[in-house]
């Protein structure tokens, strides 16, 4: 089982940036085959996928909403995931998950572990 804990949220002004972190428990052979992923749920409506990352090859995927702005990358040796938020928007204010997956996807379903959250609010 890994366990999750994000950290760095916050509120912001439009165009500032924020750095989300999320800190991860679990053997090391156990994540270099996995996923991680962050998805936000803005207030009001459903989890979305924002990222995701594989832990061992290291290449990314981003959703369209987040492309060019936002940046995941992971520090294998902390077992530690970030999410990197530039430019921030008013629309990006949510509830901001990591979470981790054996196969990824972009779906909430497909991820196993969570985390508990955390705010993040972009004021205009």
């Known amino acids: 089982q890994v366990q999750l804990g994000e950290s760095g949220g916050g509120s912001v002004q439009a165009g500032d940036s924020l750095r989300l972190s999320c800190a991860a428990s679990a053997s090391g052979r156990i994540f270099s085959s996995r996923v991680m992923a962050w998805f936000r749920q803005p207030p009001g409506k459903e989890r979305e996928f924002v990222a995701w990352?594989?832990?061992?090859?290291?290449?990314?995927y981003y959703g369209d909403a987040v492309k060019g702005r936002f940046t995941i990358s992971r520090d294998s040796a902390k077992k530690m995931l970030y999410l990197q938020m530039n430019s921030l928007k008013p629309e990006d204010t949510a509830v901001y998950y990591c979470?981790?997956?054996?196969?990824?996807?972009?779906?909430?379903?497909?991820?196993?572990?969570w985390g508990q959250g955390t705010q993040v609010t972009v004021s205009s």
């Open positions: 990352i594989r832990w061992g090859a290291g290449t990314t």
């Open positions: 979470a981790t997956s054996p196969r990824g996807g972009w779906h909430s379903s497909d991820y196993d572990s």
